[in-house]
């Protein structure tokens, strides 16, 4: 068995991707925070139940036993971004604040340090589990 196929190292993998892209998304905003025109974006939040509700449409959730169940979570290639304009713009047309955007930096900063400890934590229990 290869550890990291395990379904919830999958959808750990996925959550820190997308907290990764998030992160390239909120430093644009940083960065062009004095552009003229330009609009803050962010992207979409991963959809639990979207993602369970594709699973199960799609004939690729199969019950072997009735206490297991194995969700692999579906690769998405592009997360969806958009535009939050998180204040009036200014005079110039920029829709930046810096403030809410370093916030949402530090939050995001915060769940991938989260998401990371526990792959790594989960990876030392498998370990542990085999014998290694």
Not at 16 to 38: E, I
Not at 57 to 66: E, W
């Amino acid at each position: 068995m290869n550890l990291p196929d395990v379904p919830l190292f999958s959808m750990l993998r996925e959550r820190m991707t997308w907290l990764n892209q998030r992160q390239d998304v909120l430093a644009q905003n940083v960065a062009n925070a004095d552009t003229p025109a330009y609009v803050a974006r962010d992207l979409r939040e991963l959809d639990f139940d979207q993602a369970l509700k594709s699973e199960t449409s799609g004939g690729r959730l199969a019950v072997t036993n009735q206490r297991h169940i194995a969700i692999a979570p579906q690769q998405m290639s592009k997360f969806e971004d958009y535009e939050t304009p998180d204040q009036e713009s200014n005079p110039d047309g920029n829709a930046v604040s810096l403030e809410a955007e370093m916030i949402k930096v530090s939050d995001t900063q915060a769940q991938f340090q989260a998401a990371a400890n526990l792959y790594a934590k989960t990876m030392t229990m498998m370990k542990t589990a085999i014998g290694h």
